[in-house]
């Protein structure tokens, strides 16, 4: 359990608010934003550290090679979408993914979602301009509004308050849904029956029949069925507003250790993941499993630093690297940094995130990203490992359960004038339903080769 109560030796969690924090909100009210962090740190902590332990025991064994992170969900999670049926279509399609991985690695899935908590983005422009009225950016829920009016592009401290409550109440949601019969293994396969009606089925055939002749085998062996109505399940986001991470970390009562209790896992962006700035010092400071996105420009003594940084005694777990380079440079960015890393015997769980990587805008001016593209990263990111000798751990994507029409491509054909549809997202474009599922039966012909 969690304790308030402030161990002797002061672990600095404080210490990020005298070095550069990037990507913050420029609060207009300062005592708001003290009453709203007074509040959270009054608050309940939305998750136990003794679980964030076992997150990183599973993310432990990844980077052996004995277990496969499946970390999907929102780009920005919204406050208007946390109801019951969004989160169960996102958990569903987690839960597919993870049936068709588990049978390709002939490993357990460790499954997250960037959910409960994912409702703040950096972004490349502090404004935005329609018709040239200029306004500020929206950051994610978290901090403004989306609606392009002067009023609601504010940042209101009191939204801090609100992720707050809104992810306890995902979070609440997600366990009712993974520890209820709706995980039930034989529920999962039958909708991934489901997707006997997508075109490119055939292609997965030999798969699907595959997983359907393994559960008729555990089944007539008696497996016990009802013991795996419960998945365990994760969540994660982006530590990217430190106020509000701050405010949510607590001492364990067990270690005296902090843990930031607003998620399982925490990871520090690509743009905030300065070795000498605030997210690296702060994360730095906190016991929860933590992840550094890595993107084209890294280094290896980049990589290396930030691994001594945020793991200094190499405790396998803690650290993962989440490896976003673009499906046409992933083949000669990440080797250097995998060659290094291995070279040191640093421990690190390599996760490939296919997503960041390969937005493009699309003629119509959508912002978009090719299915095609994703897939190739993932495969890039396979082929680099093998070559190195090393483990491709993970898989780190932004889905959704709905049939959006965000990323061009796929069986179902999504191109320019499909993505004017169903697009629905308001920061970057994520997989829909059968994208992702597309997306698992490939990445399982991988986890199999
Ligand atoms: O999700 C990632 C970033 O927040 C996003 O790609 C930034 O988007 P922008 O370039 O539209 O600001
Ligand atoms: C902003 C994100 O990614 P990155 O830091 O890799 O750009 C994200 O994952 O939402």
Known sequence: MTTTSEPEVDPGLDNFRSLVALQQPTWPDASALVAAREQL???????????????????????????????????AETFAEANAD???????????????????????????????????????????????????????????????????????PQRLV?????????????????????????????????????????????TASEIDRAIRFMDACGADFDALRT????????????????ALTRFDSR??????????????????????????????RIANPIGVKLGP?????????????LNPDDEPGRLTFITRMGAGRIREALPPLVEAVAREGITVTWVTDPMHGNTITSDSGYKTRRFDDVLDEVRGFFEVHRAAGTVPGGLHVELTGDDVTEVLGGSEEIDDAGLALRYETLVDPRLNHQQSLEMAFQVAEMLRR
Not at 231 to 246: N, P
Not at 297 to 309: E, G, H, I, Q, Y
Request: proline letters at 5%.
């Open 41 to 75: 740190a009054a608050s309940a902590p939305l998750v136990v550290p003794a679980a964030s332990d076992t997150l990183r025991s599973r993310l432990a064994a990844a980077s052996r090679g004995e277990a496969f992170l499946l970390q999907g969900g929102d780009c």
């Open 297 to 309: 420009t890294t280094s290896p003594d980049d990589a290396l630093a930030l691994a001594r940084r």
């Open 231 to 246: 998945v365990e399940f994760f969540v994660s986001h982006e530590a990217l507003v430190l106020d509000y991470e701050r």
């Open 255 to 284: 270690t005296g250790d902090p843990y930031d209790t607003s998620g399982h896992f925490l990871w520090i962006g690509e743009r905030t993941r300065q070795l000498d700035g605030a997210h690296v010092d702060f994360l730095s």
């Open 162 to 206: 609100d992720a707050y409550r809104i992810s306890a109440a995902t979070w609440n949601v997600v366990r009712a849904f993974t520890t209820g019969g709706f995980a039930d293994l034989r529920q999962v396969h039958e909708w991934n029956r489901g997707f006997m009606r997508n075109p490119a089925y055939a292609r997965y055939e030999r």
């Open 86 to 156: 969004r989160i169960r279509n996102k958990i569903r399609t987690i839960l597919q993914m993870a049936v068709i991985l588990t049978h390709g690695a002939s490993m357990p899935v460790v499954k997250m979602g960037r959910m409960a908590g994912q409702y703040a983005k950096p972004r490349s422009s502090d404004d935005e301009t329609r018709d040239g009225v200029t306004l500020p950016a929206y950051r994610g829920d978290m901090i403004n509004g989306h609606a392009f009016t002067p009023g609601s592009r504010v940042p209101d």
